[in-house]
């Protein structure tokens, strides 16, 4: 495990580089984005902000990585809570500057001060949580110090793990992209039919939270028992995950049904925008169960070194299928936003449907190879 990490950290250093290298030439795109003239220059200033923070985060997810596969959840959560509101009064010293009399300590950045609090505190994220990890005498930690006989890097190692990554970074790309464009789609409807549509996937987004979490965990539970070759533990602990997020997907079900006409009222008290709100969650709804399936079964094959089927899964059920049908449904139908919705429900279905099939082949593979 010891060497696995270290190998990460050697990745995260070389795409923390290139991701600087690249969000510095993002502003290039302002003119295509339509970024107002005014504005352009206080975002390039955010994003070369930013910018810096991003050795830090990936060297961060390699060792929230590491930490989770520990089963110690607790030491990250912990401090992603302390860096919150650590941002806080970041935000406003980079926004604002420090001043002592006549002496300006800290410069007034204004708006693109934001981008730099951000990239401060991915690095106290980094050093909180590296800190920690060299210092506990926690047996599960001490037993695999990160730092110690750092190995220099092995290609072949580096290779696998792109091999594993890329394809998982791909289908949370797919899944997303389908769900960031419904908002340009629907747009030509007007305001109404956009704020209902983003009231309605906020409250899909939060309730989503869950059963994702839980699909995080399933992986690292899957893995364990992988790598123990125990076939009988690992398909107990997958039906167990599935059980448990259609659990929660029932109560999630449950909340909109009873508060579909009420909690759109939490976010605009505009008559339209509630009604409208109103019926998009329904939508939610129906997709519930699906959608706690999908990401459970991904987690599942992940947590087999399963990553490339699942990530041809999530192209074809998302791109090939939801966009395009929701695209048609909104604009050469009657049913408007309604129609990007039905098509999120159908996408999310034949996700489900087809990482479920996978998940049920691999299985049954592993049991043949390790009877």
């Not at 505190?121 to 990890?133: C, E, H, K, P, R």
């Not at 906020?202 to 965990?217: E, G, I, R």
């Not at 508060?259 to 019926?279: C, G, M, N, Y």
Request: hydrophobic share 55%.
């Amino acid at each position: 495990m010891r060497f696995i990490t270290q190998q990460s950290l050697w990745l995260a250093l070389v795409l923390g580089v290139l991701g600087i290298l690249t969000v510095n030439q993002l502003y290039r795109l302002f003119g295509v984005m339509g970024v107002p003239s005014e504005i352009a220059p206080i975002a390039r200033e955010f994003l070369r902000g930013i910018s810096f923070g991003l050795p830090a985060v990936c060297a961060y997810t390699s060792l929230r990585c590491y930490t989770e596969s520990l089963k110690q959840p607790v030491v990250v959560t912990v401090i992603s809570l302390i860096g919150l509101l650590l941002n806080i009064p970041l935000n406003y010293l980079f926004i604002h500057g420090i001043a002592m009399g006549d002496r300006q300590i800290l410069p007034a950045l204004g708006g693109a001060g934001c981008g730099y609090a951000s990239a401060a505190t991915l690095w106290l994220n980094l050093i909180m949580l590296g800190g920690y990890l060299s210092l506990t005498p926690r047996q599960a930690f001490s037993q695999t110090r990160f730092y110690q006989q750092f190995a220099a890097v092995k290609l072949s190692q580096l290779g696998k793990q792109l091999r594993l990554g890329i394809p998982i970074g791909l289908s949370v790309f797919f899944e997303v992209s389908a769900f960031s464009l419904a908002a340009l789609i629907i747009s030509p409807l007007g305001e109404i039919a956009v704020a209902s549509h983003q009231v309605a996937i906020t409250v899909s987004s939060q309730l989503f939270m869950l059963p994702f979490s839980l699909a995080t965990a399933l992986t690292i539970l899957v893995s364990n028992r992988y790598g123990a070759q125990d076939f009988v533990a690992l398909r107990r602990m997958a039906w167990l995950g599935l059980a448990v997020a259609t659990a929660l997907a029932l109560g999630g079900m449950t909340i909109i049904a009873l508060l579909r006409e009420q909690i759109p009222a939490w976010f605009s008290h505009d008559p339209a925008v509630i009604a409208k709100s109103a019926t998009l969650l329904w939508f939610a709804m129906l997709y519930q169960i699906v959608d706690a399936w999908q990401v459970n079964f991904a987690g599942i094959l992940r947590g087999v070194q399963d990553t490339t089927v699942p990530m041809v899964i999530t192209l074809i059920s998302y791109w090939l299928v939801a966009i395009p049908l929701g695209w048609y449904l909104t604009r050469h139908t009657g049913l408007g936003a309604s129609g990007f919705w039905l098509a999120l429900v159908t996408g999310l279905s034949v996700a489900a449907l087809l990482l479920g099939l996978r998940t049920w082949q691999r299985q049954r593979l592993l049991r043949h190879a390790w009877a």
